[in-house]
């Protein structure tokens, strides 16, 4: 099956920016989706498609692709960014729904 | 506004069954496709299963096949999960998940619904 691989954790100072990344065998042909999920809250989607933001999300927030790597950006990190992220691809070959394990992001 | 509200907390047995519900408002299920995801304590997300946009049938992970169902009642406007022979591996959140359309990717999400499997 399909395995998408997170760091479990970043630590980044405020303002500056923060790199969470999520590798997968050609995920360069998939679709990359990013979640967020802060303590004691529903989960919310701030990335789909590899770089568009639904409305509502800031702009702070920008997805890319490279190679076997997708990368969730959050630019000017703030307190309020603190929370665990998710990736998440669909894959037609198991036509499952995959997330990474999550990555831990800490505001120092 | 499209909102997913979830049944309440459960505590169950080993060997047990439960029946988890999602009520949707703000679309009709006929425009979104319900999957269920769920979280272990301390740990990430494991997608279970779920409506196929391109069909409205459901698919589940092969591990669950076996004894997880999920219903829906167009009705009501209210997903089920129907999941038999807990074990203490099954406590942890389950969260309603919607797609859109024909997206690949979860744009609305329930509160969650706490399951504790216990002796």
């Known amino acids: 099956s399909y395995v998408l691989t997170q760091s479990p954790s970043v630590s980044v100072a405020p303002g500056k920016t923060a790199l969470i990344t999520c590798g997968g065998n050609?995920?360069?042909?998939?679709?990359v989706h990013w979640y967020q999920q802060k303590a004691g809250q529903a989960l919310v989607l701030v990335v789909y498609?590899?770089?568009h933001r639904p409305s509502g999300v800031p702009d702070r927030f920008s997805g890319s692709k490279s190679g076997n790597t997708a990368t969730l950006t959050i630019s000017r990190v703030e307190a309020g960014d603190e929370a665990d992220y998710y990736c998440?691809?669909?894959?037609?070959?198991?036509?499952?729904?995959?997330f990474g394990g999550g990555t831990r992001l800490t505001v120092l | 506004q499209v909102q997913l509200v979830q049944s309440g907390a459960e505590v169950k047995k080993p060997g047990a069954s439960v029946k988890l519900s999602c009520k949707v408002s703000?679309?009709?299920?006929?425009?979104?496709?319900i999957h269920w995801v769920r979280q272990a304590p301390g740990k990430g997300l494991e997608w279970m299963g779920g409506?196929?946009?391109?069909?409205?049938?459901?698919i589940y992970v092969h591990k669950f096949q076996d004894r997880v169902i999920m219903t829906k009642d167009t009705f009501t406007h209210t997903v089920y999960m129907d999941m038999s022979s807990l074990t203490s591996d099954d406590s942890a959140v389950y969260y309603c998940?919607?797609?859109?359309?024909?997206?690949?990717?979860?744009?609305?999400w329930g509160q969650g619904t706490l399951v504790t499997v216990s002796s």
């Open positions: 703000g679309d009709t299920l006929s425009e979104l496709s």
């Open positions: 998440q691809v669909w894959d037609s070959d198991s036509d499952y729904w995959v």
């Open positions: 498609d590899d770089n």
């Open positions: 050609n995920i360069g042909r998939k679709s």
């Open positions: 409506f196929d946009p391109e069909n409205g049938e459901p």
């Open positions: 998940a919607a797609l859109q359309g024909r997206n690949d990717y979860f744009d609305y």
